[in-house]
């Protein structure tokens, strides 16, 4: 995987560092287990190493927070595609009418220096005619989550989108007492694949839809918009992926959470009903391309034991995989709480 990362931007990062001070080192020796030169240090007495080991401590700290913003339905057709309903109803329960309930679930991830939001839900702008096509019913939004975490809109320092389709980016931008469309995170830079930002303008007649200009105007006009152009590690904790099947470079994090490895898998596997290969939701724009990711994927995830995080799933937050005579399927079912 290339991670010599360039983007549209120059991106600064700073690192905290131990002060050596009041160390000492030794002469550079050869590190065995990469053949570089480096410096053996020595604290001078136990309490050194202490703030050391605090200090490392603090700096590595992660807390991650799942947040249910939108409970709406779908119809199961859109969800499984090509699946008939007499074999997607046995893993995923209908509500009526062939709909099927369903969640837009982001993740918070708070570190010592960040504070990083994965996806916003759909936001309220539209009006509600829009939304009761939607069939929402409900959700945590986004306030309050924050509010319980000890946090404003103000202290995000990142906001990291999947894709740009209402239902993920919608909430990022609200409408102001003269009826504009702005920013709802002021403070935060905002991620999102190069690719797919440049699909987002001109995509197709099928998916254009999904794509709304009051919700990109603010972010593409606040100087803090971050375009990747490959894959990488841009943010401390945090690699991205960038996948095809269901859109044009979907951005899909792999957040390391002490000796875990957690994939925010967003719309390329929507819910845990989703693992089997031809399970692909009717609105992915190259199914046969998901087909191809999923299965290059999950020997992947398979071999690092990755838990598999849900954006849609209302009745699992997330799973590990395992390997069975009939391919890959949902493991261990697993809260996001039991993570931190």
């Not at 404003?152 to 919608?170: E, K, Q, R, W, Y």
């Not at 105007?217 to 971050?226: F, H």
Request: glycine fraction near 6%; charged fraction near 25%; include cysteine.
């Amino acid at each position: 995987m290339d991670i010599s990362c360039k983007s549209r931007v120059n991106i600064s990062s700073s690192k905290g560092i131990i002060s050596r001070s009041d160390c000492f080192t030794e002469k550079p020796v050869l590190c065995a287990s990469n053949g570089l030169l480096s410096n053996v240090v020595k604290f001078k007495d136990e309490n050194q190493a202490m703030k050391s080991r605090i200090f490392a401590s603090k700096h590595n700290w992660m807390k991650i927070t799942s947040i249910d913003v939108d409970y709406w339905k779908m119809d199961g057709g859109v969800a499984f595609g090509v699946i008939p309903k007499s074999l997607w109803k046995k893993v995923y329960p209908e509500d009526i009418d062939n709909l099927i309930r369903i969640t837009t679930r982001a993740l918070l991830i708070q570190t010592a220096e960040k504070k990083i939001l994965i996806d916003t839900g759909m936001g309220d702008k539209r009006g509600e005619k829009y939304y009761s096509y939607k069939y929402r019913f409900g959700g945590e939004g986004l306030i309050s989550p924050l509010a319980k975490a000890g946090l404003s809109p103000a202290d995000i320092t990142d906001i990291v989108f999947t894709h740009l389709h209402d239902d993920h980016v919608g909430g990022a931008t609200y409408l102001n007492d003269a009826g504009e469309s702005a920013e709802f995170f002021p403070n935060a830079r905002y991620w999102c694949s190069a690719s797919h930002w440049e699909w987002s303008k001109s995509s197709n007649k099928r998916e254009a839809a999904a794509y709304f200009h009051d919700n990109l105007s603010p972010l593409e006009t606040s100087g803090r918009l971050n375009l990747i152009e490959k894959e990488g590690k841009w943010i401390d904790g945090v690699e991205f992926r960038i996948f095809n099947g269901h859109t044009r470079g979907q951005l899909i994090p792999v957040i390391k959470i002490k000796d875990q490895t957690l994939v925010f898998a967003a719309d390329f596997i929507p819910s845990k009903a989703n693992i089997p290969i031809s399970y692909i939701p009717a609105v992915d724009i190259e199914p046969l391309v998901t087909m191809k990711e999923k299965e290059a994927f999950f020997d992947e995830a398979l071999q690092g034991d990755y838990i598999l995080m849900f954006q849609h799933d209302y009745n699992h937050e997330a799973c590990r995989l395992v390997q069975t005579e009939k391919g890959t399927a949902a493991g261990e079912v697993i809260n996001i709480r039991e993570l931190n």
